[in-house]
DNA sequence: AAATATAATTAGATATAGCTAAAAAAATAT
DNA sequence: ATATTTTTTTAGCTATATCTAATTATATTT
C-alpha cells in the first residue's frame, strides 16, 4: 500500500483522533484537526476507504484498520525520529522542529530510516517525550499522567508534553520546565484547579490547571 | 519566488542544460533530462516564464534569468549538502544517495539548510565531486579535465565524475577509483581512445573512452 | 520554392487535492 | 411525530502535473 502526503497526514490524523476514543472519528473532527474543509475530509475518507486503510461508512464515521495503523505508526515513526535529529544533531529547539518534521517524515526510503535510527543510537522518544514506534509499528507505552491529577506531595519526573505547540513549550522554556525534571507538587488551589510545582527541589511553578493538564508525569 | 516541487525539478535541469551550451535549451532536450513528454515541458516553460526564472519564447527554447539561477543553485545547494550527509553520517554509498536526496531537496527551511551545512562542517563538493553553492549561489569552479584527455604519462588526481549514475559509480568501486585517488595515465590506445591507468601508484586499470571521459581529474 | 520531416504547442483527458454552495441524512428539540 | 438544527455528502469549480493525439511552426531536403 502506497500513499501520498496528503493521505499519510490524513491517516495521522485520523490515528491520532482515535487514539483513547472509543467511538468513529467524526469528518467535522478530521476537518479541523487538519485545517480542511469537512468537503474535503469526505472525499479523502473514499479515498482512504478504497484503500483499505480506514473502515469508511458514509454518515457515520471512520475506523482505522490494522493496515492503516500499522502505515500511520510508520509516518509517526519517521516523523519522531526526525524531530530528534532535529534537536540532538541540528541543534533545533524543541518548540522549532513540528513543521520540518511534517515534511520529512513524508520521505520515502526504508534505508533512510534505518540508517537514521541507528545514527540517532536507536531512540524511544521523540523530543516531547512522545514514544517513538519500532519498525512493526509496536509502540512501548509508559504510564503518564497530567499533573493536574497529581496529588498534593506527590513527586515525580515530567517525561512528556500533551500540547506540543511552539506557543507552549515555549511557555515551558520560559518557566524553566523541562522533559527530564523532578517535580513535586507544593500546593493545588480547589477553587480552579491550578498548582503550584517545584522543579528539581529548588525552583518553584505556579500554573494554571489549563497548563498542568498539559505537562505528563510518571508518579514515584 | 516560491516553487513547487515540480518546478524546481524542471528549473534544476533547465540550469544543468545551459551550463557549457551557448545556446538556448530545447524543449526535447529538456524532456529527456526530466523523463517526461515535451507537451508537459510546454506547459511547465509557460508558468517557470510567468514566474520570470526563465525567458522563453514559444518555439524558440528557453534561456534561465538571473533569478532562475540563483533559485536553481539554491536547489543544487541543498541536493548535495544532503548527499553529503547521507554519505558522512549515514553511511550511504555514494551511488545510493541521488534518488533520496532528490526528494529531501524539496524540504522548505532556510534554518534546517543552515544548520546541516554546520552539522557537516560546511563542505565545498559533494560525495561526487561536485561543488557545493554557497547560500548566495556562489560555486568555487575547480578546473577539470576528463582522464581521457590526460597525455601519457601525465598524472593528476581524480576530483570528480561527470555521470552519477549507480551503475557508473558501481563500476568504480569495482575498479577501485575513487575521489581522491591519484592517478598517472599509462598508455592510451590510438585507435578507440580507451586509456590504461595507474591507480595510487600501484594498481593498473584499462578502461574505455567512454569510462574515462567521465573521470574528472586536476593534473598536477 | 515546395515538399517533407522534425520539433513544439495546443486541445482534451486523467488524477490529486483543495474550495464553496447546495442537497441529503442524522441528530436533536419541540 | 414533526420540525429544526447539525453534520455530512455531493456537485461543480480551481489549480497542479501528467499524458495522448492533433495541430501548427520551424527546419531540412529535394
Ligand atoms: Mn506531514
Ligand atoms: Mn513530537
Ligand atoms: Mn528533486
Ligand atoms: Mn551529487
Known sequence: MKLTASEENYLKA???????????VSTNDIAAEMKTKP??????????????VINYRKYYGVNITQEG?????QTIRKHRLWEVFLVE????AWDEVHDVAEELEHIQSPLLIQRLDAFLNYPKFDPHGDPIPDEFGDVKARPR????????????????????SAAFLRYMDK??????????????????????????????????????????AIQS
Open 14 to 24: 485520523i490515528y491520532h483522533l482515535s487514539e483513547g476514543a472509543s467511538k468513529s
Open 89 to 92: 544533531k541540528l541543534n533545533f
Open 39 to 52: 468537503a474535503s475530509v469526505s472525499d479523502m475518507l473514499r479515498k482512504l476507504g478504497e484503500k483499505g
Open 69 to 73: 495503523k500499522k502505515l500511520a505508526l
Open 145 to 164: 499522567i497530567p499533573i493536574s491529577e497529581m496529588e498534593i506531595d506527590q513527586s515525580g519526573q515530567i517525561v512528556a508534553v500533551k500540547d506540543s
Open 175 to 216: 518557566v524553566g520546565a523541562y522533559i527530564g525534571a523532578r517535580v513535586k507538587i507544593l500546593d493545588k488551589v480547589e477553587f480552579d484547579g491550578s498548582v503550584e510545582i517545584l522543579v528539581d527541589q529548588k525552583k518553584s511553578i505556579f500554573m494554571s490547571k489549563d497548563v498542568a493538564s498539559n505537562i505528563l
